[in-house]
């Protein structure tokens, strides 16, 4: 157990010293000392970082302790060129994007004491759906919500600031979906007709889908917003997909929001725009549009082409001639300065994460939380997958963010409690003996019930046909007794008297 522990905090003061020399090499290179505004702040970051692990030490002592290190590198390298671009542009964005680290870290550390028990967010999952909803569409509300780079999905709140209450929403419809595909999943599994060898649904199990691709429309027709509405549906599927193990559901769901995206792009100016640009970047056209063109993504990529192998170095690239360079693009922004190699580093660490957060799904026992685990996974790969994929040009742009690196309080302080949630998860997932509580009892004993419904009363259909079956045949047998004994003159009974046992012989004979 010791070394366990002495390679969790190795782990963690690695991540320290390779954050700390980059900030210090890329502040030599671009201002020749370490400023002292940063001294603070950064120092605060570690301190709340140290007492988080020994918060999860302390009350979640088997959770997966490569996640904190992982997110925390992650993080540093963000906050190095969200640095190195407020240099450029004369901004402070870093100062601010590490406060909000601050208060992620805090409110993990409230969720690790405070929620010992996962499952309790079963009990609220139609609450979670009404907060889900209620926060995915109050950018729709008049005076509330604020339109910006032609996308309405903020919100702005006096003395905060502007927020974007969608990357909460991804929680909270991640615990309903969860819930409710665990009670629903036996029905939902069932299959209809095949076609192409493929097991369709029936047609009665087509209402959760269409009522999550509609409101996954609604969020792209009215807030102007595709990549949170693709994250939502591909989420759900994903999710229905392992509750159910069925590949219909994946092609079902993959071919219905096509046809909305087509229809959407044919439909939309703003969807058609990035297609365009994506299908056609170097168009001088598109190029020199004001709105809705191609300069961003030519822009991004050459900066990925300067970065080469190994990059320009910290402090000695241009990352900020391209537009928001600290959020939409800072992936191209490390491609720049630190080159493939650097963007190689960066998808290891996500590969890590997401890795470890589908071992937590396998290895844990619960249906709720494997279901919870891999939609909130999932949700951080596919976001993960669009912002890179959209950069490198192999996808339209959709407007994520990327997790814990890109300039943003909502989307920082949400991907820290996704990630604390899988921690959670995982505590319960490599628990070596099971709680013995009246709740976890409780909890364990309706997981069971409920996988053992179907066959139960597949069992009992059985009892009954079987036990149909044989009186049809005692009925059967019994027809030509009672035609025989009708001809034959009944007798009188005789009493018959009981012989009694004859008493053992000694000697042991037999």
């Known amino acids: 157990m010791i070394a366990l522990r002495l390679r969790q905090v190795a782990l963690l003061l690695a991540s320290f010293l390779l954050c700390g020399m980059a900030f210090f090499q890329m502040f030599s290179r671009v201002d020749g000392s370490f400023p002292s505004s940063f001294v603070i702040p950064l120092g605060a970051t570690v301190v709340l970082s140290l007492v988080f692990w020994i918060l999860v030490d302390r009350f979640q002592p088997y959770a997966s302790q490569v996640l904190q290190p992982c997110v925390l590198l992650l993080t540093g390298i963000g906050l190095v060129m969200i640095a190195r671009i407020d240099h450029e542009n004369e901004t402070s964005v870093a100062l601010r994007q590490i406060m909000f680290v601050c208060i992620a870290i805090v409110l993990c550390s409230a969720l690790v004491i405070g929620l010992k028990d996962y499952r309790v967010l079963r009990r609220f999952s139609y609450v979670s759906m009404v907060v889900g909803l209620v926060l995915l569409l109050s950018p729709l509300l008049p005076g509330l919500g604020q339109e910006i780079n032609g996308a309405r999905i903020w919100v702005r709140i006096p003395g905060v600031g502007q927020i974007q ?244 309080g909502s989307s920082l302080i949400a991907n820290y409690i996704l990630a604390t949630l899988l921690l959670i998860i995982s505590n319960a997932a490599n628990k070596p003996m099971p709680e013995t509580d009246s709740e976890t009892f409780q909890y364990e004993a309706l997981a069971v019930l409920r996988d053992h419904e179907l066959k139960e009363r597949q069992a009992e259909r059985e009892a009954a046909d079987a036990a149909d079956a044989r009186r049809a045949r005692q009925a059967r047998s019994a027809e030509p007794t009672q035609a025989v004994e009708t001809s034959t003159p009944v007798t009188p009974a005789v009493p018959v008297t009981p012989v009694a046992p004859m008493p053992p012989i000694p000697g042991g004979a037999r």
């Open 165 to 408: 209450p969608g990357e909460f929403a991804k929680l909270f419809l991640a615990f309903f979906f969860a819930a409710y595909l665990f009670d629903h999943r036996d029905q939902l599994a069932v299959g209809g007709k095949k076609v192409l060898g493929l097991q369709l649904p029936r047609i009665k199990d087509l209402g959760p889908i269409i009522i999550v691709w509609v409101a996954s429309m609604g969020v792209l027709i009215m807030q102007h917003d595709l990549g949170t509405s693709l994250m939502f549906f591909a989420m759900f599927v994903a999710m229905l997909y392992v509750a159910t193990g069925r590949l219909s559901w994946i092609v079902i769901g993959f071919i219905a929001f096509a046809a909305g995206a087509v229809l959407a792009a044919s439909v939309f100016s703003h969807v058609g725009a990035r297609v365009d640009a994506w299908l056609h970047p170097f168009d001088p056209e598109l190029y020199n549009r004001a709105y809705g063109g191609s300069y961003q993504i030519v822009t991004g990529l050459f900066g990925l082409a300067s970065g080469g192998m190994l990059g320009t170095g910290l402090g000695q690239g241009h990352p900020n001639l391209t537009p928001f360079a600290n959020s939409d693009y800072i992936y191209a922004s490390v491609g720049e300065e630190l080159g493939l190699v650097g963007c190689l580093g960066v998808l290891v660490l996500y590969v890590v994460i997401i890795a470890s957060g589908f071992v937590t799904a396998m290895k844990v026992k619960d249906g709720f939380g494997k279901l919870l685990a891999s939609g909130l996974v999932f949700t951080m790969a596919f976001q993960v997958f669009t912002v890179v994929g959209g950069i490198t040009l192999v996808i339209p742009l959709t407007g994520l963010t990327l997790p814990f690196m890109a300039a943003g």
